[in-house]
C-alpha cells in the first residue's frame, strides 16, 4: 500500500465558506505548488523553513485563480511524515475545483478516503489505534466522546497494549529458548514469575473488556427507551426533555405507532431517547408491529424510562413494572419508574420489593415539567464524565473488543497450561497467539483488507 504519488483533496466540507483548506502530501509536493505559486516575498517554497505561511496567488497560465496562503510543512515532521503543503483559499467552490483540477493537471491524484492518515500509520507516525480515534475524534458529538477519542489519539490506549506486548514478548524468548535447549533440561523463564504475569495481564485485559460498554456508550450514545402504557405521557415526556414538539401528543391511545428516536446532548453526554408505541392488548396490526418494536428497543437499551400514571392507581403501576422487569430480565441494564402526572393526584407508591439496587424511582409532571431537572440528573450518572480523566483506558472501538476477546481465550489457556505442566511448545504457541491478537489492535500485524477497511469510512482530505 506504499506508494510515491503526490495526492491532493478539499480537507473542509462540501459547500461555500469564507475559505477551504486544499491539502497536498508527497515528497514533492511542496516543488508541486511551486510550479503554480506565485509568492509575494518572490521566493520558492522549496527553500523555505519548514512549518511557515506565505502569502500569495495560485496561477493557471499566467491567470490568477485566487490569492491564497499556503502553509508548508517538512518529512519526515509532518502529520503524514512526508512533505505537506496546505493550501487556505476562498471559500468558493469553483475556486476550490479549480486550484484541485489544477494540481491533478500537474500530477497529483486525488486521494483516496483517510489516505493522509492511512500514510500516517504507514510512515510509522502514529499506531492503527490512533489512526481510529482520528476517525473519532472527528466523528465526536459529545465532550465524552471527544474527551475519549483524544485521549486514545494521544496514545493511552496504544500505550497500554505495547506494554502487555512487551511484558509477554520477554517471556515467550526465554520460552523459546528453553526449547532451543530442551535436550539439556535448562528452565530460563521462572514458572512462578511467568504464572504471575499472564494473571496480571489477564486481569488487565478483562478490565478493558469491561470497559467496552462505557465506551460503547460515550461514542454512541446513551440509549434511553421511553416505555409504559398508552397515553402515560411518554411523547409529552420525550418532548419535554428534547425542548421541542418531536412526538405527536394526543388523547387518542396508541397514537405513537413506530420508534420515535432523537439525540440530545446533556452536559457533554449524549442521549438517544426512543419513543416508543404504548404497551397494551390490541387488535390493531400496525400498532402490534409497533409494540414488538418497543420490547425490541428494550433489550438494546442501556436505560428504560418505564413511565407510569399517578391517576391508574398503584395496582396497575404494579403490573406495569413487573412487565418490564419480565422484559428486561437480570441484565445490567438501569430501570428508572418515572411515575407522571403527579400534578393531578399526590399519593405515595412504595415499590422498593419490585426494584434492585440499581433501579430508581421517581415522581414527575410532563406537563408542567415538575423534577425533571432531577430525572436528568439521575440519567447523568450512569455516564459520569467527571470521573473519567485523562488516563483512563476505554475501550470504544468493536475491532479492538473482538480483538482482546481473542486475546484472553488464548491467554487463558497459556494460564492452565504453566498450572498443568504443558510443554513449553504447547505454551510458547498460546503466548505467541495471544501476541498476534494483541498486535492486531496497534497495527503491528495487519493486513492490507484491514486497512482497507478501516480506512474506506474516513473522510476524503483526512
Known amino acids: 500500500m506504499i506508494n ?78 512526508e512533505d505537506i503543503v496546505e493550501i487556505s483559499c476562498h471559500g468558493s467552490e469553483y475556486i476550490q475545483q479549480q486550484i484541485l483540477q489544477l494540481f491533478i493537471k500537474k500530477g497529483a491524484r486525488l ?4 489516505e493522509f492518515t492511512l500514510r500516517s500509520f504507514i510512515n510509522g507516525k502514529m499506531d492503527l489505534s490512533q489512526a481510529e480515534a482520528v476517525a473519532d475524534l472527528i466523528a465526536s458529538s459529545s465532550a465524552a466522546s471527544h474527551k475519549v477519542a483524544v485521549q486514545q489519539m494521544r496514545g493511552g490506549f496504544s500505550s497500554e497494549i505495547v506494554n502487555l506486548r512487551d511484558r509477554l514478548l520477554h517471556f515467550i524468548s526465554l520460552i523459546e529458548l528453553e526449547l532451543d535447549f530442551s535436550e539439556e533440561d535448562v528452565e530460563f523463564a521462572d514458572r512462578d514469575q511467568l504464572n504471575n504475569l499472564l494473571n496480571n495481564i489477564q486481569n488487565l485485559i478483562l478490565k478493558l473488556l469491561k470497559s467496552f460498554d462505557l465506551g460503547n456508550v460515550i461514542k454512541n450514545g446513551v440509549p434511553v427507551a421511553i416505555v409504559g ?14 425542548n421541542e414538539e418531536k412526538a405527536i401528543v394526543s388523547e387518542i391511545a396508541g397514537t405513537t405507532r413506530d420508534v ?14 426512543i419513543d ?25 437499551a442501556s436505560i428504560i424510562l ?27 441494564k438501569k430501570l428508572i419508574v ?34 425533571i431537572d432531577q430525572l436528568v440528573n439521575e440519567l447523568l450518572s ?19 473488543f473482538e480483538a482482546l476477546e481473542k486475546a484472553s481465550v488464548a491467554l487463558q489457556r497459556a494460564i492452565d497450561g504453566v498450572e498443568s505442566g504443558i510443554t513449553n511448545d504447547f505454551l510458547a504457541q498460546d503466548i505467541r497467539e495471544t501476541l498476534h491478537y494483541l498486535g492486531e489492535i496497534t497495527g503491528e500485524i495487519t493486513t492490507d483488507e484491514v486497512l482497507g477497511n478501516i480506512f474506506k469510512n474516513f473522510c476524503i482530505g483526512k
Not at 486521494?111 to 483517510?114: E, W
Not at 402504557?229 to 428534547?242: A, F, M, P
Not at 430508581?360 to 408542567?368: C, G, Q
Open 382 to 400: 450512569v455516564v459520569n464524565i467527571d470521573s473519567l480523566n485523562q488516563n483512563d483506558v476505554i475501550v470504544t472501538n468493536v475491532r479492538h
Open 260 to 273: 420515535i428516536e432523537d439525540v440530545i446532548n446533556i452536559e457533554g453526554v449524549a442521549f438517544r431517547f
Open 276 to 300: 416508543t408505541a404504548g404497551i397494551r392488548e390490541t387488535a390493531d396490526v400496525v400498532e402490534t408491529i409497533g409494540i414488538e418494536r418497543t420490547y425490541d428497543r428494550i433489550s438494546k
Open 229 to 242: 402504557h398508552t397515553n402515560v405521557g411518554k411523547s409529552t415526556l420525550l418532548n419535554r426533555i428534547l
Open 111 to 114: 486521494a483516496n478516503p483517510g
Open 306 to 332: 418505564l413511565l407510569v400514571d399517578a391517576t391508574e392507581g398503584f395496582d396497575e403501576i404494579v403490573k406495569a413494572v413487573k412487565t418490564v422487569k419480565d422484559k428486561i430480565g437480570s441484565g445490567d
Open 4 to 81: 510515491n504519488d503526490i495526492i491532493c483533496a478539499i480537507s473542509t466540507p462540501q459547500g461555500n465558506g469564507a475559505i477551504a483548506v486544499i491539502r497536498l502530501s508527497g515528497n514533492e509536493s511542496i516543488v508541486l505548488c511551486d510550479s503554480v505559486f506565485r509568492a509575494g516575498h518572490g521566493k520558492k517554497l522549496i527553500d523555505q523553513p519548514a512549518n511557515t505561511l506565505h502569502f500569495g496567488t495560485i496561477i493557471e497560465n499566467d491567470d490568477i485563480i485566487d490569492e491564497v496562503v499556503v502553509s508548508i510543512f517538512k518529512s519526515p515532521k509532518s502529520y503524514t511524515g
Open 338 to 371: 418515572v411515575i407522571n402526572k403527579i400534578d393531578k393526584v399526590d399519593t405515595e407508591f412504595d415499590l422498593e420489593n419490585l426494584l434492585n439496587n440499581k433501579d430508581f424511582v421517581l415522581k414527575i409532571s410532563a406537563k408542567t415539567g415538575e423534577n
